[in-house]
């Protein structure tokens, strides 16, 4: 089974930018892996942000937004607020299977 | 936007088959879209399980085949999950999502496996 990795840790300033990367232990993320991102806040049930590499739900504040950067799938923040503050998950599809990376816990400081 | 409720119990003994129901409201469980269990262990990350699309087709968790069986009730427009012979290594919260251009995510249920 593939492995999906993110950065473990990653800590952004109230109002700077911040990059979030998926990599997959196959090679290259494409948009044949139609990439999610969801946030999860402790407590609660993951919100899905982006999928299928860039697309938002209605509900997707625009400071988020997804792309493919360097062979991996990417997330960037722009504009951090203090309420982005919770731990982001990427999801990959592999044609008959899905795998989540381990996670990215983003600290607003 | 598509609402999702799990529903089952929320304690299993070890050895017994985990069972749990997610129902569908706001769509239909007919449509093009893939029906999907995730689960999350105490302090750890996200963990998918198998998908099932309206038609009968499924895939699962290698890690997990052997145990996962996921089936669609269409009269009920719901979905279930049994996951068979558990341990303590099985309990979880347990999540029921729509995955397909998008992703609807039910708010999760904990279950615990102890005697």
């Known amino acids: 089974q593939a492995v999906v990795t993110q950065e473990p840790s990653l800590t952004v300033s109230p109002g700077g930018t911040v990059t979030l990367t998926c990599g997959s232990s196959t090679g290259a993320v494409t948009s044949g892996h139609y990439p999610y991102w969801f946030q999860q806040k402790p407590g609660q049930a993951p919100r899905t942000l982006i999928y299928?590499?860039?697309n938002k739900h209605s509900w997707t504040p625009a400071r988020f937004s997804g792309s493919l950067l360097g062979g991996k799938a990417a997330l960037t923040l722009s504009g951090a607020q203090p309420e982005d503050e919770a731990e982001y998950y990427c999801?990959?599809?592999?044609?008959?299977?899905?795998?989540f990376g381990g996670g990215t816990k983003l600290t607003v400081l | 936007q598509v609402q999702l409720q799990e529903s089952g119990p929320g304690l299993v003994k070890p050895s017994e088959t985990l069972s749990l129901t997610c129902a569908v409201s706001g769509g239909s469980i007919s449509s093009s879209d893939w029906w999907t269990w995730v689960r999350q262990p105490p302090g750890k990350g996200l963990q998918w399980i198998g998908e099932?699309?309206?038609?009968?087709?499924?895939n699962y968790n290698p890690s997990l085949k052997s145990r996962v069986t996921i089936s669609v009730d269409k009269s009920k427009n719901q979905f279930s999950l049994k996951l068979s012979s558990v341990t303590a290594a099985d309990t979880a919260v347990y999540y029921c999502?729509?995955?397909?251009?998008?992703?609807?995510w039910g708010q999760g249920t904990q279950v615990t496996v102890a005697s």
């Open positions: 099932m699309y309206h038609s009968g087709s499924t």
């Open positions: 999502a729509r995955v397909f251009r998008g992703c609807d």
């Open positions: 999801f990959l599809s592999y044609g008959g299977a899905w795998v």
């Open positions: 299928d590499t860039s």
